[in-house]
């Protein structure tokens, strides 16, 4: 059974662009749940998809977004990127709301550097 | 809302010596608790969790944990320290209350030195 695969795994970009990271959720999972990691904050919640809806939502600022397609896949999207914004960039599946279950299952992450 | 403490960012062990990961929880519901870890490059991985039932819980890799619900802890043991236990080591809550605006709330990690 295929893991949580998480793309890009590195990228660079520059104060104002803008990204789109993308979680394949492990097959049969309907929850995709992202997390920014960083030395300072740790672990801190971004949102949870399930069944193409947004469940849940961390306190983030509107710049980062993000949406899930019908077979489960999720992308998430950072506009106007800052240097802070610099993190890895996990996203996790379980196959029903996380805050319910709280088994999930990590990709490896995506790594943004904004230059 | 809830919250998870972990005390100490870093723990030192000699191979072969008791670990014990401490991890203290905040919630006003009772909680679901999880040790995660996290090895150099990777993701996250669930070690174990509690939910109801049996207060002391077995994971993988020899390590379990007990919920202590009059010490608000759920600290993380293991017998014997491998070389190989040497990672990041978070604990999480989530209430299951249904609300859940913070998601699943991890501490902010312990990292788990093993000296040969």
């Known amino acids: 059974k295929a893991g949580v695969t998480q793309t890009p795994r590195y990228l660079i970009k520059t104060r104002g662009q803008q990204v789109t990271l993308s979680c394949s959720p492990i097959s049969g999972h309907r929850s995709v749940s992202w997390y920014q990691q960083t030395p300072g904050q740790g672990l801190q919640f971004l949102f949870e998809?399930?069944?193409?809806?947004?469940?849940n939502k961390g306190n983030f600022p509107g710049r980062f977004s993000g949406r899930q397609f019908s077979n489960s896949r999720s992308e998430m999207n950072v506009s106007t990127l800052e240097l802070g914004d610099s993190a890895l960039y996990l996203c996790a599946s379980s196959w029903g709301l996380a805050v319910r279950t709280g088994e999930l299952f990590f990709g490896e992450g995506s790594r943004l550097t904004v230059l | 809302a809830q919250s998870v403490t972990q005390l100490g960012s870093h723990v030192s062990v000699s191979e072969g010596a008791l670990v014990l990961l401490r991890c203290n929880y905040s919630s006003s519901v009772p909680p679901y608790l999880f040790w995660y870890v996290q090895y150099p490059n990777q993701g996250l991985q669930l070690l174990l969790k509690?939910?109801?039932?049996?207060?002391l819980v077995k994971g993988i890799n020899g390590f379990e944990a007990e919920f202590k619900k009059s010490e608000t802890s759920f600290h993380l043991t293991k017998p014997s320290a491998h070389m190989s236990d040497a990672a990041e080591y978070f604990c999480?809550?989530?209430?299951?209350?249904?609300?859940?605006?913070?998601?699943?709330?991890f501490g902010k990690g312990t990292h788990l030195i093993i000296q040969p």
């Open positions: 998809y399930f069944s193409e809806t947004q469940r």
């Open positions: 999480a809550v989530t209430t299951n209350s249904g609300g859940g605006a913070d998601g699943l709330t």
């Open positions: 509690y939910t109801t039932g049996a207060t």
